[in-house]
Every structure is written in C-alpha cells, then in structure tokens.
C-alpha cells in the first residue's frame, strides 16, 4: 500500500494582505510600492527613540472590510501589541500587530470543491499588523535593507486547520485573492509580495482526530507554488513517519527552482516571541455605527454577483464563474452590457435588433470571455488598461446585431480598436467592411462558386450535407468576408436544392 493513504494531511493558512492605503500603518510615510529603496521612512517607521506611532484608520475600515465580508464577530474593543524579534530588516525590535485581542475572530471562506459541492473553511481571526522591511541578498554587495516596507499595513487572515489537500489550500487562497480585490482593500498581486501566504502543515493516521507535529512553510509567491510546496512536505512527512522518523517542529523555506523546501529555523511559538499590549498605542474601539456605516458601503461580493448574473441575466453557471473571477472584468462586462441596453424590456440603444435582455448579456459574455480575456491574458493586463472601452465594444456588438457587420468581420473591427482604440463604426466606414446583404450580389458570388466546384455538388446532392460548409466558405471567401451569412446560406440552399430537381 503507497504510505500516502494510510494518512492525510492538515493544512491551516496564515495569509497577509498588504493593504491599499495611502500612507503607512503608524505614520505618513507613503505605503507605494516601487518607489527607490529607502525613500519611504521616517523616525516612526525606523523606530527612532522617541517617535510615537498614529494609528491610520484607513487601516481599520479595511480590517472590518474584510471581516464583515467572511461573516467574523468584530470586536467592540481590540489591542495592539508588540511582537518582539531580531532580524535585520526589522529595525525597531518588534512589529506592532495584534495577539490576545484581535478585531475580527471566527467567520468562514466557501470554496467551491473540484469534485463538486461547496467547503466551508473556518477562520481563527483577522488582525492588523505592519509590515517589515525587505533583505535583498547581492553575491557582491551582501546582504542590503531596504525599509520602504517598514510600517506598510497588513491584515493577516488566519484559518482553522481545515483544509485537506493542496489543491483546497490553492481555491481558499484563490477566494481570498477574489475577496479583498473585490473590497478594494489589496491587489492581490502575490509576485510584488501584496498577498503573501505561510502554511502550517502536518499529517495524522486517516480518520483519527489527534493532530500531528506542524511545520511552517514560508516564501509561496504564486498558487502554483503553494499547491507545489504542500505536496512536497506532506510526502515528506509520510515518508519520515513510513520509515520511523519523527517530524520536527521547524520553519521551512519553498525554493520554487529546486522544488524543495528547505529548513530555516525551529518554528517559534506565541511565548518566544513575547508579546505585550503596545504602551504607545491606544486601545481600538469600533462601535455599532461604525459597522454599520462600514456595511452600508460594501460592494456586491462575488458569489451574489454570480448568482445575479445567472438568475436576472440568463448567463450559464460557466459564463458567470469566469466574468466574476475578477472585479475589473465583471464591471466591464456590465458597463458593456448597459451599454447595449441592460435593462429587460428596454430598447437596446445599440443593437435594437438583440431583443431580450439574455441574448444581450450572452453576446457580451462571449466576447468578453474570449476575445477580451484573450488580449488581456497575451498582453499581461488588467482591464483597467484595455484600449477598448465598455461603449465601443457595446457599439461593435450593436454593428452585428442589425446587420452592418458579419460575425467574421467584426473579429478584424476589435483587433483593430484594440490596436488603435478607434471607433468601430469609423474602422468599418474606412476598411469599407460594411456586410453585403443584397440577394443579386450573392446570387452572382454562389452562381460563380457552385459553376466552379461541380465535383462537390454531386456530392452535395448525394446526400452528403456537410460539404454545404465548403459551399459557404468559398462563397464568403469570393465576397471577402462581407456577405451576409444568413443570406448566404438561404442562396446557396435554394440553388444547390434547385440543381436536384
């Protein structure tokens, strides 16, 4: 029996989002990444004697952002507190963060399961935090520090030990990336370092209760990485254990090139780190109109805008899985779409020939899905910086649905605005694209198509229909693209009918 089935694994994760603030967590300090090393920081964010932290409430606001989203229990009253270690890129000696008291505890993640079905992944709690610097190791220069980072504010987002592969640690981390770009609260943008996610992991005798010996995997910058590093040391661990070992308590470092992880220190527990409440900092006080005023401001979250998507506009579950895996692309899909005329029984003002409102959104949808995603994929985008605006993409699906432009053509307008960012009426009146739907210049075009393929006429009225294809290509090859497909197949069917006769 492979050893791996006689356990399975417990996997808990300890995710922190750098959040979108302005400023730093304590000070004034910019919090933008990218900027030179070193030009962000003061005396607060250096932990100069003397210098006081300010709380930023920006820095709250998101924390209950984020907490009333997964359903947590918010604090009426929460501590800060000093987390006390010795690193290089840490030059006060501590991190100020939370411990005994945090703002937000319980509430829950749903992830949807490969096999089907939904998992529920409870969280432990939601803190705030600051951020550390960053040790940047050069073969020639060293070990350099570069404190920018220092102070910028975190919420680290703790789950239960609940989740039981690698691929479930991948979708829970996946709906938290969904979650705070959603709530404007973080990028999500694991590779600049913005989501960031340490696992603890261990592997018990299945069905049994009792957990095991954990260690810490740190430095997963992608999902790929993380699913990668968990089936690394949970076959580590079977095997140890298979062959009599014991698991360690330790910190691991994921080297991504080499596929292993690599032991960086024992693992520390809460009392090594001796964490005291802040003296500089008061105590965090969030009262019932806060919340609610908080609540009040919330976007549409994406499982409801989903099931919005699927129960008002008649998207398949498919459609509106991949339209709101993002914010940006689910508002752009329906900026589009209102556009075209969003509303059920109103008159698309672009396209008055696609009658109801689901045909509407199912032609947005297709477009969306393919093309637009498929430029934004090529060109490693965010929609925000998408040439084609939500009103001329609108306006070219409006050319389709009354005729001026065929399906085909409409291919060559889009790759057009995307390269000039040009109106789709102006490229066609230029290119000279406008659809032929005049039956006598199809009829000539089918009359010199079908005198040139005889052999495959006799084909055709052997009864073998799918050569009718060939019939339409060459035809609409004959007039460039510019015939009208349905006229198109209505000629042809009726001629190549008539020559059975």
């Known amino acids: ?222 999902f790929r990485n993380v699913e990668r590093a968990l089936e690394f040391e949970i076959g580590r661990q079977v095997r140890l254990i298979a062959d009599g070992g014991t698991v360690v308590q330790e910190t691991l470092l994921w080297d991504a090139e080499r ?35 908080v609540r009040r401001d919330l976007p549409e979250l994406p499982e409801p805008r989903r099931d919005r998507f699927t129960r008002e506009l008649g998207l398949p579950g498919y459609d509106a899985d991949v339209l709101t895996a993002e914010k940006g692309v689910a508002d752009y899909f329906e900026a589009t779409l209102a556009a075209l005329g969003g509303r059920e029984g109103a008159v698309a003002p672009q396209a008055p020939h696609i009658a109801s409102l689901a045909q509407r959104a199912k032609a947005v949808s297709n477009w969306v899905m393919t093309d637009v995603l498929r430029v934004l994929s090529a060109g490693k985008t965010s929609v925000a910086e998408f040439p084609v605006s939500p009103a001329r993409l609108a306006s070219m699906i409006g050319l389709i649905g009354n005729g001026t432009i065929s399906g085909k053509i409409a291919k060559e307008v889009f790759e057009d605005m995307v390269s000039t960012g040009e109106d789709p009426r102006a490229i066609v009146e230029r290119k000279g694209l406008v659809q032929v739907s005049d039956a006598g210049a199809i009829e000539r075009a089918v009359d010199g198509v079908v005198a040139s393929n005889m052999p495959q006429v006799q084909k055709y009225l052997a009864g073998n229909d799918k050569v009718f294809a060939f019939f339409v290509g060459e035809t609409m090859k004959t007039m460039k693209g510019k015939g009208n497909p349905k006229v198109v197949n209505e000629v042809l069917r009726r001629k190549l009918d008539a020559l059975g006769r």
């Open 1 to 222: 029996m492979n050893p791996g089935d006689a356990y399975e694994p417990v996997i808990g994760l300890e995710v922190h989002a750098q959040l979108l603030t302005r400023t730093k967590a304590f000070c004034s300090c910019s919090a933008r990444f990218g900027d030179e090393p070193n030009s962000n920081v003061c005396p607060v964010c250096l932990g100069m004697p003397g210098a006081l932290p300010v709380l930023n409430l920006k820095l709250v606001e998101f924390v209950l952002r984020m907490g009333l989203a997964v359903g947590s229990r918010i604090a009426p009253r929460s501590v800060f507190a000093r987390k006390n270690y010795f690193y290089p890129d840490l030059p006060k000696g501590y991190q100020i963060s939370q411990h005994d008291e945090p703002i937000c505890a319980g509430g829950g993640i749903d992830i949807d399961l490969p096999g089907g079905g939904k998992k529920r992944i409870g969280l432990t709690r939601i803190h705030m935090e600051e951020d550390a610097g960053k040790s940047i190791h050069d073969i020639d220069a060293g070990t350099l520090l570069d404190l920018n980072r220092c102070g910028v504010p975190l919420i680290e987002i703790v789950s239960e030990p609940a989740i039981g592969s690698p691929r479930e640690a991948s979708l829970y981390l996946s709906r938290i990336r969904q979650l705070v770009t959603y709530l404007g609260i973080c990028d999500g943008n694991m590779e600049e370092g913005s989501l960031r996610c340490d696992a603890n992991v261990s592997v018990r005798p299945r069905g049994t209760a009792s957990l095991g010996t954990k260690t810490e995997v740190k430095n997963m910058n992608s």
């Open 259 to 293: 596929n292993v992880a690599i032991p960086m220190r024992s693992k520390e527990e809460a009392h090594d780190y001796r964490y005291f409440p802040d003296p500089d900092l008061a105590g965090v006080t969030v009262d019932d109109a806060w919340i609610a005023a």
